[in-house]
């Protein structure tokens, strides 16, 4: 047996001793799980890792997922201390995670205005499976790549958004995943579903983040079903430890005049690969995907994105922007695709990026696939270092060199965070790109006092 | 306070400055003057260390220091400061950024720790409001959107913050209007100290009527070719800089 083909069964094995416990305590499952669940163990095994052979994943190496050892964790400790010190100081509806078990302890879930149900996945599943049945995979299937796949094989936990019409929630909703360091690294498949019928509103914020030592693998699968007018934004707050493995892809389905917004802010992980895909089926759908990943040492992020402008007059504007030190690698592969017949659509993609080091590196790959002829489409991507007279400006009111370059890199992360419209998290990621300068730029005092200066 | 002897500079090739000599006191204020092309802006960007600017012969010695061996940083944190004609937009990087970060390293300099943040605050308020500038602007990205007269009050903000020992101000009255302009003079005249010095690059006259210099030069073909009072100033307004040139070449 070839070392690729153990991996495969090895995860394989861990499915089965796990379906044995479960139905030795829980009994039966519906059968429309279990049949997923099957479907989805045999296109992984069918499929196996994918390798940087597969066009997606030409540039980024799986192996590190792929020869790990992952335990599924079964409960939810977690010290209260650590809980409170890494969660957003942002007052919200909380589900929490821990190594994607569900930790009611540290969600919080009463208050939800009438017409908004978010619950964990697996109480969705007790009270009404069926219910959960019919979208659950519709979006990604187990054909969509063998982390789906597996994702589906495994699934079990995650969490349940559904809005009523009309229905707007003025809290954000946090989706916290916790990380846990432990004796052996564990895995996670969550399964998170958002329903939001016509003209709802959320605001979702999907926080990973964990305790340092962690060394966990997350695998994630994301559908997202926006009715007519819907509006949701969408955070990916990714600070999760930098030895942890994150794999993900989140897949939007947008009704007429919907808007989707996703603001996908990558500092942590080792190895953090994003799949983001919107399916834009009704006129005056809108799209917009913002970016911005900072990786240092060996870090490894990958970002994947499609537009699919499956209907006219729907527009999708993307900005991604990647700072990169060290050694670490960053990946922005962006495509637009408009179907024939989509006319009067726009989509717009930028990607830039910088290079703080010698030898970090960037694959850019942004990508425009039109069949339809009266569209407005650009795209482009750069690469490159800093604006020398923006650094000899600085240094003529006697900035150092350094504290000029970094404050020059916090500019170009700002672009990204002017966007966001929740300043408690514009701050934290200003402040985090502040602190992961170098640290003779000390810039983190500079942010407080503006901070500071703007609550006045 | 700044002795400049014999300058002689090149850009790319072509003699600019060309024997250049000027003596500034603490407590002076110098307008340099001159047709377009005689090197105004040239002094001043050699002062402030900008590059592309090739000293082939002659001093810059500024409080006993050899200008020219300083970085452009130290020069800044001496106390050496140039507002610029057209002051670099820095997408992204907020004023108040700019301003914290430019004192707290001239404080270091001096041996001084960094501001504290009420002490900081307090001052920059005074300051923004001095130049008539709402407080907004500190979180605005250095002259990025400002309007030309926007941008010149800005470069005033930060030497009213910096406090610098010469101040050299080039072209600071280009593309403002009277109102601007009176902001611009009101806020260089409350610099005027006995322990500092100010330098204006101008090309008009206009400028000299709300700030009154001590000394006027006129720079003509890379050299000092005249030097008075704050009356030449109207004359050269009244004659234009024709006569001072044949004066020369005579």
Redesign the interface.
Known sequence: MSDVQSDVQRFLERLGEHAAGRAEAQGPEPTWIAARRQAGAARFEALGFPTRRDEAWKYTDVRGIARGDFQLATNADFSPATAARLTLPIEAHRLTFVDGVFAPALSTLDDLPAGAQLVPLSRALEENHEAVGGPLGRLTGVEFSPFAALNTAFMEEGAVLRLAPGTVVEKPIILQFLSRAGEAPAMSHPRILIEMAGRSQATVIEHHVGEEQAANFTNLVEEVILDRGAILTHYKLQEAPLADLHVSSIHVEQARDSRYTSFNLNLGGGLVRTDLITELNGEGAEANFNGLFYGQGRQHVDNHTLANHNAPLTFSNENYKGILDDRAHGVFNGKVVVKRDSQKIEGFQSNANLLLSDRAEIDAKPELEIYADDVKCSHGTTTGQLDE??V??????????Q?ARG??T??????VLEQVGLDAIAERVELAVAGKLPERFN?A??V???A???EE | MLEVKDLHVTVEGSEILKGLDLTINAGEVHAIMGPNGAGKSTLSAVIAGKEGYEVTQGSITYEGQDVLEMEVEERARAGLLLGFQYPVEIPGVKNIYLLKAALNAQREAQGLGEIPAPEFMKLIKEKVASMKMDTSFLQRAVNEGFSGGEKKRNEILQMLVLQPKLAMLDEIDSGLDIDAMKVVADGVNSLRAEDRAILLVTHYQRLLDYIVPDRVHVLVDGRIAKSGDAELARELESRGYDWVQEETAA
Not at chain 1, 392 to 401: K, N, P, Q, S, V
């Open positions: 007279e923006a000899f400006a600085l240094r003529t009111r006697g900035i150092d060199e504290t404050l020059l916090l500019a170009f992360a700002g672009e810039l005092g500079l407080e006092t503006a500071a200066l703007s």
